[in-house]
């Protein structure tokens, strides 16, 4: 049979845990390992290839997110990689105005 008492100290053991439960989740921070090196490499050699404004956007880019990676924030660099990389593979031509 279960008691009272045994009820409360379950109840109790279980706000622990649910409070607890942030602070032991790995953050995207600590997640994310990319190399920034080859990251940047692989964006340059695309960029020999690219329309000569999009190239320019991109290596821009990618210097901004080495400068991130380099100041340790892994996350928020290998967003603006992807965001280089698709910089590169756009393709849209938009319509003159007349």
Same mark, same amino acid.
């Given at each position: 049979?279960?008691?009272?008492?045994?009820?409360?100290?379950?109840?109790?053991?279980?706000?622990?845990?649910?409070?607890?439960m942030p602070f032991l989740a790995i953050s995207p921070v600590q997640a994310a390992t990319i190399d920034c090196a080859a990251q940047?490499? *692989?964006? %340059?050699?695309? =960029?020999?290839?690219?329309?000569?404004? /999009? $190239?320019? !956007?991109?290596?821009?880019?990618?210097?901004? *997110?080495? %400068?991130?990676? =380099?100041?340790?924030?892994?996350?928020? /660099? $290998?967003? !603006?990689?992807?965001?280089?990389?698709?910089?590169?593979?756009?393709?849209?031509?938009?319509?003159?105005?007349?």
């Open positions: 049979m279960i008691t009272r008492r045994t009820i409360d100290r379950l109840t109790i053991a279980t706000l622990a845990i649910a409070a607890a940047e490499q *692989a964006i %340059k050699a695309s =960029a020999s290839a690219a329309d000569p404004k /999009a $190239a320019a !956007k991109a290596l821009r880019t990618a210097r901004i *997110a080495a %400068k991130i990676c =380099a100041e340790g924030n892994g996350h928020e /660099a $290998a967003k !603006k990689f992807k965001l280089a990389e698709s910089q590169l593979g756009s393709t849209v031509q938009l319509a003159d105005r007349r």
